[in-house]
């Protein structure tokens, strides 16, 4: 027997919600049946592009009025508590873009409030579900290089975030929400759980309020030790925008996930592999953001395989707070200029 084909809403119609609905068109074995946003005409744009009915304003209506198998929040983090709450009051799995929240106590408040109602969540992190580092995390764990022992993660880049996203030079906190998400998880990918971690902020950019530049010193459980930095304040030709890059040290050999999705792997017995991890370009998708739009179709067809085997996601609420408890450890260790353990988000 066919599985069901599962039926859900997009609340949020802004700028990467295209990305969303876009994915949503090409996933197996679901559909959006409405989108749900404060701004009818942007609501209006996004359901006549992607030929959906449903247009709502408001989000409690349209739980009301529709049968959902699944939510798919695109809202930005203000707004995340108050949707995957009454998700969960309704009894509808939810998927929420990053960063879960924007504290700690509102991340872990709409974590619980999933599990009290025994509803799925997964978050919608979908940096580690970008082909590249899907290839390279497997290569690390199959004992490519031995026993990993320090890396550098970077996401470096001058672009203008704020032409599609102006409200990203209005915050208070900006390079460790919008982006050390990513990256810290990544780090989590490739280096496990931490016990210790070190940060630095900077505001490069005179125009912008929050820290558009952090740099992270990582120990993780294992020994291993990783830099991870996110910046939206380094001038370099060619930007590399939106690509995070790796330089992975074990016990027998390195492996650099270079510009243009270029891989060279060493050995200690002296071999060089040269490979090209150049992911798929979707017909939607134009350059330089296909490695990104490429993940969120990953990114959704995770959700929607564990919305039928149970509900589980690799980027589970409780899963995402491990990464949101690093970004939170980093805020912390700026403001004190101390190491901080991330245990005391537990
Ligand atoms: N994963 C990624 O790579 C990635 C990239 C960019 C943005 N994002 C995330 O996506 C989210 C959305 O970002 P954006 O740039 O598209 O924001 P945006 O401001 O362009 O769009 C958000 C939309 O949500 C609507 N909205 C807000 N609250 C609502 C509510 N209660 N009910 C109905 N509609 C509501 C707004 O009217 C707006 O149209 C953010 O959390 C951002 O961090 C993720």
């Known amino acids: 027997m066919s599985k069901k084909t599962l039926r859900g809403a997009i609340i949020g119609a802004g700028y990467f919600a295209h990305n969303h609905l876009n994915a949503w068109a090409v996933a197996e074995g679901a559909e959006i049946i409405a989108i749900c946003d404060r701004d009818e005409d942007r609501a209006g ?63 872990k408040a709409l974590v619980e409030a999933c599990k009290a109602a025994d509803v799925p969540l997964m978050v919608h992190e979908n940096f580690r579900f970008q082909m590249p580092h899907q290839t390279v995390a497997k290569w690390l764990r199959d004992g490519l290089i031995g026993t990993p022992t320090w890396g550098r993660i970077y996401f470096r880049t001058w672009y203008d975030i704020y032409q599609n996203q102006p409200y990203l030079a209005e915050v208070d906190r900006l390079a460790l929400l919008d982006l050390g998400v990513h990256v810290f998880d990544l780090a989590r990918v490739y280096f496990g759980e931490v ?104 990114t959704i067809q995770h959700f929607i395989d564990g919305l039928n085997n149970g509900g589980t996601f690799d980027t589970s609420g409780e899963d995402n707070l491990k990464t949101f408890a690093l970004v939170m450890s980093a805020y912390d260790s700026a403001a004190t200029g101390q190491p901080v353990n991330p245990a005391k988000y537990a």
């Open 45 to 107: 744009v996004a359901c006549s592009k992607f030929d959906i009915s449903g247009n709502y304003q408001d989000a409690a209506r349209m739980f009301a009025e529709l049968d959902l198998d699944f939510i798919d929040v695109c809202t930005t983090m203000e707004t995340h508590r108050e949707l995957v709450e009454l998700a969960a009051a309704n009894g509808v799995p939810v998927k929420v873009q990053k960063p879960i929240a924007p504290n700690w106590d509102d991340a």
């Open 195 to 298: 016990e210790s971690l070190y940060c630095q902020t900077q505001t490069v950019k005179s125009f912008v309020t929050g820290e558009d530049q952090a740099t992270a010193m990582v120990r993780h459980t294992s020994g291993a030790v990783s830099v991870v930095e996110c910046t939206y304040g380094s001038c370099q030709l060619p930007d590399t925008i939106p690509q995070t890059l790796v330089h992975l040290e074990g016990t027998e050999g390195s492996i650099k996930l270079l510009q243009d999705y270029k891989v060279i792997v060493a050995k200690a017995d002296g071999t060089r592999e040269e490979h090209d991890l150049t992911p798929a370009m979707r017909p939607w998708a134009a350059e330089p953001w296909h490695c990104e739009q490429d993940a969120v179709v990953h």
